[in-house]
């Protein structure tokens, strides 16, 4: 094996070592990174939710609902954003 082969290889170790240091420690790795596969947060899978600026959302199956909504015998107006 030559010297060339032989810095690849180690290249290619220490990734993958590096790599399973940051996925096996926590905190390491944000938790919106592309590394990790669940959200830093989980949105509420049906009905109020408060949001961080003080307004409230409303969501069926995990998913926001926009536009107009009949809730609960009450109309809301829900804008995308």
Known sequence: MNIQARKTGITILSGIVIAAVLLATPGLVPE????????????KTSGWEKQNNGT????????????????????????SN
């Open 56 to 79: 409230w959302k409303y969501y069926v199956k995990s998913k926001a609902v926009t536009g107009w909504q009949q809730i609960g015998g009450k109309w809301y107006f829900f804008s």
């Open 32 to 43: 919106r990174s592309p590394l990790s596969a669940a959200p830093a947060y989980a949105a």
